[in-house]
């Protein structure tokens, strides 16, 4: 039952060190005020999911956050190099972190199998690749009707997911819409699920087949405007662009990096008080 | 030819060419969207366009710069969800071509958008997977738009991250992938279409301005050319306009800050 409460409360409440974690998003409604949270609160050891790991899970792991990631591209989307994420796995800093590479198809059918509380996913896939000799989870099955020889992985399941979305209504049932991603999957892959939204609504006034997650599958809700910044909100805010081609400076050399983590999430008290800061004029007069 | 274009602007406008009016596309990001974006705004304005993030016939006004921009589930004819772009569309067999990058090709257009060194201890770690290993085997066909040189062209890639035609021959055929695999690779400096026997990638078109050794120094193996080789026909005015605009159109776009407030 979704019960509503502080983004600081809800991360306190429902991630714990050791965690495995899917935070997710396709480029779209990525839940960067939660993936600040779990920095500010200093969790360690996490066990990181996510198909497009971005600046969300870059930020977690050069905060040391992360023990292990899951994931199917690591790049920052039209910039580049996730900085943080490649000097984790070419050179340990800030620890080692241990790597599962999946491929996107591979990921997205692996959701839908925990979703649906299979121990597996089945998939045409990676036929021909190196990845079955670097990843020992993905392995084959033999089709008991034609013979034919699948791919098969293991299910996502997840201690947590978190999730953005556009509304939620009093009682916790969440709306959204746009690129839709894996979100849908993700929570209900979880044994626990944290919605941050851009508003609390009376009524969502969503048509038949809109994508709603009922309250019951819900954990806990909070209200956090703008959650998703510097990825975007469909109709409420476009991405900041300028923000993403920033954090390649920001993350390049780790004394950089260092110096944004204090500064903008660990002192600062939440996410809209980061927000404030981004819009000082020092602070963008260096992002220009 | 009245205009000059740089090689980077033939590679788009080839790469453009190879794409027929209403293939149902399935677009990665980067040279691969310019290019497909390009063909459906000269040549084939009915090509669907299908991005992994779930939009299924988008028509971007600008090009996007994340594979999930706004603008693309905006101007789609539907947008789904991750799991159904890669279940029911991609594996469901209904993309005529896959247009693909790649950071290494070896001489039968396998990819490595995965690791420079050993896997274990890489010496540049790029991005990944992503949709690729399943649009290279599901796809009808391919295409792959690459710059050429020694660092792209090798003779032995350090990571198979999507196939093309494996080692040669009916391996692919053999392996029993759905697609028929790599019908081109269109580089700055020529476009390359595999063998019918061997599968392996030989010069068919070379570009104006290029010449052969230029292509044999900027390649990793013994590049081979076939006998018919031809003359890349240079981009045409309105070729070069269309594209021109689209990437000032996106510059403007894209080098301000997102935000509409």
Request: proline share 6%.
């Amino acid at each position: 039952m979704a019960e509503w409460m502080t983004l600081a409360e809800a991360i306190a409440a429902h991630v714990h060190d050791g965690d495995t974690l899917a935070m997710e998003g396709f480029t779209h409604l990525i839940p960067f005020a939660a993936g600040h949270e779990v920095m500010r609160q200093g969790l360690r050891n996490l066990s990181l999911i996510r198909m497009t790991p971005d600046l969300i899970y870059d930020q977690l792991i050069g905060a040391g956050c992360a023990a292990k990631l899951t994931f199917s591209w690591g790049g920052n989307p039209g910039v580049g190099s996730l900085h943080r994420f490649r000097d984790a796995v070419e050179n340990d800093w800030p620890s080692p972190l241990a790597i599962e590479e999946r491929s996107h198809s591979d990921l997205a059918n692996a959701y839908v199998a925990g979703a649906a509380n299979l121990p597996f996913a089945v998939l045409r896939g990676y036929t021909g690749s190196d990845f079955p000799r670097v990843n020992r989870q993905i392995r084959s099955i033999t089709c008991p009707f034609t013979g034919e020889v699948l791919a098969a992985t293991p299910a996502v399941r997840t201690d947590v997911a978190v999730i953005h979305a556009q509304k939620a209504d009093w009682k916790g049932n969440v709306l959204l819409w746009g690129i839709l991603g894996v979100q849908k999957e993700a929570v209900l892959s979880a044994k626990r699920a944290i919605v941050t939204v851009e508003e609390r609504v009376e009524s969502l006034n969503a048509p038949p087949n809109a994508c709603i997650l009922p309250h019951w599958v819900v954990t806990a809700v909070c209200e956090v405007p703008r959650g998703a910044t510097p990825s975007y909100a469909h109709g409420y805010y476009e991405r900041d662009n300028v923000f993403y081609r920033e954090w390649d400076r920001i993350s390049r050399e780790r004394e950089r990096f260092s110096a944004w983590l204090d500064q903008h999430i660990l002192k600062t008290r939440d996410f809209e008080e980061y927000l404030a800061l981004q819009r000082d004029p020092l602070v963008q007069a260096v992002y220009q | 030819m009245s205009e000059a274009y740089t090689s980077d602007e033939m590679m788009t406008v080839a790469a453009a060419r190879m794409l027929r009016n209403g293939a149902v596309c399935f677009v990665g990001i980067g040279l691969p969207s310019t290019a497909a974006n390009l063909a459906r705004l000269t040549h084939a304005p009915d090509a669907v366009l299908v991005y992994e993030s779930g939009p299924i016939g988008a028509k971007p006004t600008v090009l996007p710069l994340s594979i999930g921009d706004g603008n693309l589930a905006e101007t789609a004819d539907t947008v789904v969800s991750t799991p159904e772009i890669f279940r029911y569309w991609l594996q469901g067999g209904r993309i005529d071509v896959g247009f693909l990058g790649a950071a290494q090709l070896d001489k039968f257009a396998n990819i490595n958008t995965t690791v420079v060194g050993p896997y274990g201890r890489p010496t540049v770690r790029l991005p990944g997977a992503g949709g690729a290993p399943e649009i290279s085997s599901s796809a009808k066909e391919v295409l792959i738009i690459v710059k050429q040189s020694k660092r792209t062209f090798v003779e032995k890639l350090d990571f198979v991250t999507s196939v093309g035609f494996l080692t040669g021959g009916n391996a692919r055929e053999a392996a029993g992938l759905c697609g028929n695999g790599p019908a081109a690779v269109i580089t700055d400096l020529c476009i390359l279409r595999p063998d019918p026997d061997s599968r392996e990638l030989k010069v068919t078109s070379i570009h104006w301005g290029v010449n052969r050794e230029t292509i044999v120094a900027n390649t990793g193996w013994r590049i081979g050319f076939a006998d018919s080789c031809e003359k890349t026909p240079s981009p045409t005015a309105p070729e070069l306009d269309t594209l021109r605009d689209l990437k000032a159109r996106t510059a403007v776009v894209h080098g301000t800050p997102g935000d509409r407030e």
